[in-house]
T-cell receptor, first 113, second 111 residues
Framework: DAGVIQSPRHEVTEMGQEVTLRCKPISGHDYLFWYRQTMMRGLELLIYFNNNVPIDDSGMPEDRFSAKMPNASFSTLKIQPSEPRDSAVYFC???????????FGPGTRLTVT | GENVEQHPSTLSVQEGDSAVIKCTYSDSASNYFPWYKQELGKGPQLIIDIRSNVGEKKDQRIAVTLNKTAKHFSLHITETQPEDSAVYFCAAFTNAGKSTFGDGTTLTVKP
């Protein structure tokens, strides 16, 4: 398996623009997680899905953030409108069950100017 | 909610020495404790994990200990090598899959 795939790897956008980050989990994994990593706040869990259903989105910072998982092999994290403070590395991870290890993707480095 | 504290934030050791990183957690519902290594420009990668029904686990030069009563767990790396230099994160997970990560420890192994 190719592992967790994220795209794009880098995104630079202007404040106010919509940003969509994409993730393809490892085939057969039922759990998908979105994280944000910054120097100030470390690694934060934003939202996670089980069998394509959002289980806990309490980490989503604001209504500007939304995440979807239309099928078992694809998820998106959308920020609309984006702000400079959204600049961070966004990781997607997947796991077989909630009690198995999470495999992280390479991350998307987002810069909002 | 869960709170995970990780110490130290930076650690510098000489090649061949041991390194110890400690974490404490607050939520007694947490029962899975992985340790991740993150190299520059990459995502975190699991190096070892422990579940709440086990007190210690070892994998070659890496070991993890868990004291569930005191709510703390530690990562031990023996015979450190320069390639061990990275940022290490501890985490605490509940059965439902909710995770809380520590703030990370930057380990530098000097040759």
């Amino acid at each position: 398996d190719a592992g967790v795939i994220q795209s794009p790897r880098h995104e630079v956008t202007e404040m106010g623009q919509e940003v969509t980050l994409r993730c393809k989990p490892i085939s057969g994994h039922d759990y998908l997680f979105w994280y944000r990593q910054t120097m100030m706040r470390g690694l934060e869990l934003l939202i996670y899905f089980n069998n394509n259903v959002p289980i806990d989105d309490s980490g989503m910072p604001e209504d500007r953030f939304s995440a979807k998982m239309p099928n078992a092999s694809f998820s998106t994290l959308k920020i609309q409108p984006s702000e400079p403070r959204d600049s961070a590395v966004y990781f997607c991870a997947s796991s077989f069950t909630s009690r198995h290890e999470q495999y992280f993707g390479p991350g998307t480095r987002l810069t909002v100017t | 909610g869960e709170n995970v504290e990780q110490h130290p934030s930076t650690l510098s050791v000489q090649e061949g020495d041991s390194a110890v990183i400690k974490c404490t957690y607050s939520d007694s519902a947490s029962n899975y404790f992985p340790w991740y290594k993150q190299e520059l420009g990459k995502g975190p990668q699991l190096i070892i994990d422990i579940r709440s029904n086990v007190g210690e686990k070892k994998d070659q030069r890496i070991a993890v200990t868990l004291n569930k009563t005191a709510k703390h767990f530690s990562l031990h790396i023996t015979e450190t090598q320069p390639e061990d230099s990275a940022v290490y994160f501890c985490a605490a997970f509940t059965n439902a899959g909710k995770s809380t990560f520590g703030d990370g420890t930057t380990l530098t192994v000097k040759p």
